[in-house]
């Protein structure tokens, strides 16, 4: 039987055969992400291949790919439960290294584009607090040349079933060589399960009333863990939002705020306040915020206008708001930042990216039939998918 690791062709008879993947590597680009804040290198594999063998002595490194569309905290939770692997296998510390697919490649299996651009989703798992490092325009079915030439050691995936469009299983090759491993898939959440909120809704008011999902102080917890507590030394700086619909302009935005400090505590608004209602629950929203690497700590809910009594709390040195796409929860609330103006602490950063949470809706609403379609057959194949 044929399995992840090769891709197939027929030959001039006819016949099936398989070929590994990549090609070989002065035909094969890769861009790899050396750590979590250096930019891009487009490099060849082989290059690639010679920087990735550089492992410590010791360490294990995982894999994982994935679509990552509109990531959020069940990806999040994925990723954290392959890179924490006392929690799986017992085999201490780890590098994880992320594969994502093209938006092409996407479409080819499951027939529908993402939400989300690829640009926009790698971007979104540069910024996750678990990931080592970004592998972009990954095939769905990775080789195990691949997966050798990186020294990875466990191949790891979701409980769930994860087949190509001809129903062969994607990690036969892998679970072959006993490098496949599964963790429990994070119930109440998926993408499946974001864009249906959004479909059936029938007023924006309504939107967070189809979340399904239960947040323990567990995981909340586990999310956090890895942080630290502010210092004496510590320029604490803060921010406020909704930061619904978690996606990498938000990233940027804490990026470009922790810059004008060392410490970044972010205010998550509740449920019930703004424009319009957030699509996500406030504790959906806070495990997200918490799963980005720039973010030291949260509160929530957070004051819609920042008062004195938190500044003092928190010796909070700086505030920072979004200058562009109209800030993390849409416009600002009237006189929300006034006491921090007063104090003359008030500041204002870019982001670079003009990208809203309304704008996402609105993507999913000019494409109704074609995700209502995708998500019917989604939820035939896994009646769980949107709970």
């Not at 699509?279 to 819609?304: G, H």
Request: hydrophobic share 35%.
């Amino acid at each position: 039987a044929e399995s992840k690791g090769h891709h197939r062709k027929k030959n001039a008879m006819g016949q099936q055969q398989s070929t590994n993947f990549p090609p070989p590597a002065t035909d094969c680009v890769r861009r790899f992400l050396l750590t979590p804040d250096v930019a891009n290198i487009r490099l060849t594999s082989k290059a690639f291949n010679q920087l990735t063998h550089q492992k410590r002595p010791g360490i294990k490194r995982i894999w994982v790919d994935g679509c990552f569309d509109m990531m959020h905290f069940g990806h999040g939770n994925f990723i954290r439960q392959a890179r924490t692997l006392d929690e799986v296998i017992g085999l201490g510390e780890a590098e994880l290294y992320v594969g994502s697919h093209t938006d092409e490649e996407i479409v080819r299996v499951k027939g529908c584009a993402p939400v989300m651009k690829q640009a926009e989703r790698y971007a979104s798992l540069r910024a996750c607090k678990w990931v080592t490092a970004v592998i972009e325009d990954v095939p769905y079915s990775v080789g195990l040349d691949t997966l050798d030439a990186n020294q990875v050691d466990y191949v790891i995936h979701g409980d769930d079933v994860c087949v190509e469009p001809d129903g062969f299983d994607v990690y036969g090759a892998v679970k072959a060589r006993g490098m496949f491993r599964t963790v429990p898939r994070t119930k109440g959440i998926s993408t499946t399960d974001l864009v249906d909120r959004m479909l059936k809704t029938g007023t924006e008011a309504e939107l967070w009333q189809h979340a399904n999902s239960y947040i323990t102080n567990r995981k909340l917890a586990q999310f956090y863990a890895g942080n630290r507590g502010p210092t004496k030394d510590d320029k604490v700086v803060y921010v406020a939002g909704d930061f619904d619909l978690f996606h990498h302009g938000h990233a940027a935005f804490l990026r470009e705020a922790k810059k004008l400090g060392t410490y970044l505590l972010v205010g998550v608004w509740g449920d019930k306040y703004g424009p319009r209602h957030a699509v996500m629950t406030m504790q959906e929203r806070v495990l997200s915020v918490l799963s980005c690497k720039y973010t030291d700590d949260c509160i929530s809910p957070a004051p819609r206008k920042l008062t004195e009594d938190l500044i003092k709390q928190f010796d909070v040195q700086v505030v920072v708001w979004q200058g562009d796409s109209g800030g993390p929860g849409g416009p600002a609330p009237e006189g929300a930042f006034q006491v921090a103006k007063e104090k003359g602490i008030y500041h204002e950063v870019k982001s670079g990216v003009n990208l809203t949470g309304d704008d996402i809706i609105q993507r999913v609403k000019e494409n109704q039939l074609e995700y209502e379609k995708r998500n019917a057959a989604k939820i035939a194949k896994d009646p769980n998918a949107v709970r």
